[in-house]
């Protein structure tokens, strides 16, 4: 009888054994799973963080490339590779294989020993010109071991266009300014030297400073007109206004240059209502008309037309003058730009007439064009927003 509860006991023993064997093997499995687990939600977490990086540094409009410890790229952004055209894998390949660029590679090379360089400008090769700004600094750990260099480029073109535009537009106000003051101060100093004295000659002599004068009194108005457009200070009064009427009112101001040169003023619009602001319609107008006429042939003609165009309204203005060359037709838009720079201001022109026009046409919503063939007249055409017809 003194076995059996040794053989109990023993069996007690060995389920109390696989009991904690089977306990333990459920314990470590579930601390796996639970590192498993973790494992996974740190390389979800990790890949969420990199893929929401890598989406920071992509929408960015500066280029980004990143450097490891020996040089070769570790990261480069989209912007990046616009820049650089380049296609492909980037990582893990040499800077100078990435963008050719002797100079990029030295700047990187003094950023590792200098720790930073800012604000370096780089005229990158090849048309169309492109300028981009590079800043370089070092990547260093918390024990200032260097990790890396990390490179950011911004495209400076554009700000270098608009200065070059801002250079050319002051160098050609200050000629434009110069040639009539210098005739304004050459003809008052031959009035004080004694020409004062010859009523006749005194008298021609004050009308041509009157004429350069008015000529440097208009040429300041258009300046400032062009100013408040570009700034947007001008505010339109758009409304409903019938072409017709406004194209007779431009021929009754100009009536009298036309005449002078024997050129007919012919109205051939149909009945057209667009929306606009009157004023500088009339403003419109009056520039293209009167450009017409100086520079259509002598007892030609001055033919305003138009059509609707898709919800638009398409006005036309043709003179029967020489033309335009096809290599100027993009740029007579331009300010200070001539065909003929002589003639021009023969005519009295400042130059801005036709940058005006453009800037009003563009602030109604319109565009503006010309087309030409060299002897048989020049065409200018623009586009307003059409309220329907008359």
């Known amino acids: 009888m003194s076995i059996i ?5 023993l069996a007690a023993l060995l389920a109390l054994h696989f009991w904690w064997r089977g306990k333990l093997r459920r314990e470590r499995s579930a601390q796996r799973a639970e590192l498993a687990r973790i494992t996974q939600s740190e390389h979800d977490a990790n890949a969420g963080a990199l893929a929401r990086q890598n989406a920071i540094f992509d929408s960015m409009i500066e280029g980004v490339l990143v450097l490891d410890e020996n040089g070769l790229v570790s990261f480069a952004n989209r912007t990046f590779a616009e820049m650089f055209a380049t296609v492909g894998i980037l990582r893990g390949k040499a800077l100078l294989e990435t963008v050719r660029s002797h100079e990029i ?3 990187a090379a003094r950023a590792r020993v200098e720790g930073r360089v800012l604000g370096h400008e780089l005229k990158l090769p090849g048309e169309p010109e492109r300028w981009l700004q ?3 600094s070092a990547v260093t750990a918390v024990d200032r071991r260097r990790l890396g260099t990390i490179l950011v480029f911004h ?3 554009r700000l270098k266009q608009l200065e070059a535009t801002r250079q050319e537009f002051v160098a050609n106000v200050s000629h434009e300014l110069r040639t009539p003051l210098a005739m304004i101060k050459g003809y008052t100093e031959t009035l004080l030297g004694g020409a004062k004295d010859d009523s006749a000659t005194a008298a021609k002599f004050l009308q041509t400073v009157e004429r350069h004068a008015d000529r440097l009194t208009l040429l300041i108005e ?3 007109t062009i100013s408040s457009l570009e700034s947007g200070q001008i505010k339109l009064n758009l409304q409903p206004v019938a072409l017709g009427p406004v194209v007779e009112k431009v021929f009754a101001d100009l009536k009298p240059r036309a005449d002078a040169k024997g050129v007919k003023l012919l109205n ?3 009945p057209l209502v667009v929306t606009a602001d009157a004023n500088r319609l009339h403003q419109v107008l009056s520039n293209l008309v009167d450009n017409a006429i100086k520079y259509g042939r002598v007892a030609g003609s001055v033919l305003v037309a138009g059509r609707p165009s898709d919800g638009s309204a398409e006005i036309s203005v043709q003179d029967d003058g020489p033309g335009i060359p096809v290599e100027a037709l993009e740029r007579v838009f331009e300010r ?10 023969e005519q009295g022109g400042t130059g801005l007439g036709l940058s005006i026009v453009k800037h009003i046409v563009q602030a109604h919503g319109g565009k503006v064009w010309a087309r030409s063939e060299p002897g048989r007249g020049a065409t200018f055409l623009f586009t307003l927003p059409c309220s329907g017809g008359l």
């Open 222 to 224: 258009d300046l400032l």
């Open 336 to 345: 200070f730009y001539r065909v003929d720079k002589a003639r021009s201001r």
């Open 105 to 107: 590679a030295e700047l």
């Open 134 to 136: 590079i800043n370089a």
């Open 155 to 157: 495209d400076l073109t």
């Open 268 to 270: 051939q619009l149909p």
């Open 5 to 9: 509860p040794s053989v109990l006991a």
